[in-house]
């Protein structure tokens, strides 16, 4: 009899381990009193730059916040119309919402990611940008969605705050649009001990813009040149980033490695469905998802033996009541529905060791066979 094992969902207890560094970091920086777009801030954004190939990097508060400041430089005014995914984390509609402007929802594809196809049949006189999310680390289809954009003269912002490191022909997320927006929140692949967010872009008046923006306008401390927001990444929490930065390369590596360790076992099994792997991209995985038979009875067999599975999302976000004003119903959106009864996410990430992954292929597997006798 082998022993229960558990493999969790987080890895936050592995991500900060060596806990003693950063500390030891805070203790120098606190006396400085450098709390406000303090020096290991800009340290921070530039090493983030460097990292995406881009040319600026700006930290904000949180990754919604990167999405809401980067539509507010474009111009995006009450009324405009963004179209969006309806596959996604809630924070990308709030983030238009906040600006007054209204998400224009577009359904996903077999790999999660909204159907560049379906963008064009959206696009009214109002539409004024396009937000493509990159679900689970997956990438949207950025060569089909910018000559789309760019044949309806749209901006486009991306949603990469699950993406972080995936690439189509060698190109990052984030990089394709005017800005790539990304979360640092603990849930994220790089994260600190709290919210926070980056903007990347290679655009130097929009750098100046959001720079200003999330810093109240304020282009020197005594001259307001535009109404903004207080939205800076907090100087203590770049500090956490940072300390994060330098092992990047593990930690892509690592989640190929776990990807390949589950693909390869799981794609054994005849009840179980992948979403498509492109020969031409690097899937960093944010979730792990995959398609099941009796989804359900998985999830329940896979928690009460140790493996942290969930849901992303049972609800579609479009079915919420906090969304009903939208005026979407049930059914228009009929590859997320579908997708909402078969997907399951298994826990995947840098930490989780080979003997974990394979754990969690025994699991899942076990469960098939005991259906099938
Ligand atoms: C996490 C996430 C965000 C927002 O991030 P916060 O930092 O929590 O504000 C936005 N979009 C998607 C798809 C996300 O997963």
Redesign the pocket.
């Known amino acids: 009899m082998t022993q229960a094992q558990q493999v969790t969902w987080s890895y936050l207890p592995r991500q900060f381990q060596e806990i003693d560094a950063i500390v030891a970091a805070f203790k120098t920086f606190v006396p400085t009193g450098d709390f406000t777009l303090g020096q290991p801030l800009q340290q921070f954004e530039a090493t983030f730059a460097k990292l995406m190939n881009a040319r600026f990097a700006i930290g904000v508060n ?6 809401k400041l980067s539509l507010k430089v474009i111009g995006i005014k009450p009324g405009d119309e963004v179209i969006t995914a309806a596959h ?2 809630v ?2 509609v709030g ?1 238009i919402h906040e600006l007054g402007a209204v998400p224009i929802l577009v359904d996903c594809q077999e790999d999660g990611c909204m159907s560049v196809a379906d963008i064009a049949s959206k696009i009214t006189r109002k539409t004024k940008a396009i937000v493509p ?1 990159h ?1 689970g680390g997956q990438m949207v289809d950025m060569p089909a969605l910018i000559a789309c954009a760019e044949a309806h003269h749209l901006p486009v912002i991306e ?1 990469a ?2 993406a972080m490191f995936s690439e189509i022909n060698q190109q990052k997320a984030g990089s394709f649009g005017k800005m790539g ?1 990304f ?3 603990p ?2 692949a790089i994260n600190v001990w709290g ?3 980056v903007i990347v872009t290679d655009d130097e008046a929009l750098n100046e813009r959001l720079r200003l923006y999330r810093n109240h306008g304020l282009k020197s401390r005594d001259e307001v040149v535009l109404l903004g927001y207080n939205s800076r990444l907090d100087t203590l929490q770049a500090i956490v980033g940072l300390s994060l930065l330098p092992r990047v390369d593990g930690l892509i590596s690592k989640r190929i490695e776990n990807l390949r360790i589950l693909d390869e076992g799981l794609s054994q099994i005849p009840e179980i469905r992948l979403p498509p792997r492109y020969p031409n991209r690097r899937l960093v995985c944010h979730l792990y998802v995959i398609y099941v038979e009796q989804r359900d009875a998985l999830y329940r067999y896979c928690l009460t033996q140790g493996v942290e599975v969930k849901i992303h999302y049972p609800k579609p976000l479009y079915q919420q009541p906090g969304l009903a004003h939208l005026g979407y119903r049930k059914g228009d959106f009929p590859v997320i529905d579908r997708h909402a009864e078969t997907m399951i996410s298994l826990p995947m990430h840098q930490h989780h060791t080979s003997e974990e992954m394979a754990y969690v292929v025994k699991v899942v597997s076990d469960f098939y066979k005991q259906q099938r006798s």
């Not at 949180?62 to 999405?67: L, R, V, W």
């Open positions: 949180s990754g919604t916040d990167a999405i996604t984390f924070a990308t983030a999310v679900w949603d705050c699950q927006c979360s640092l929140h849930l994220k919210d926070g967010g």
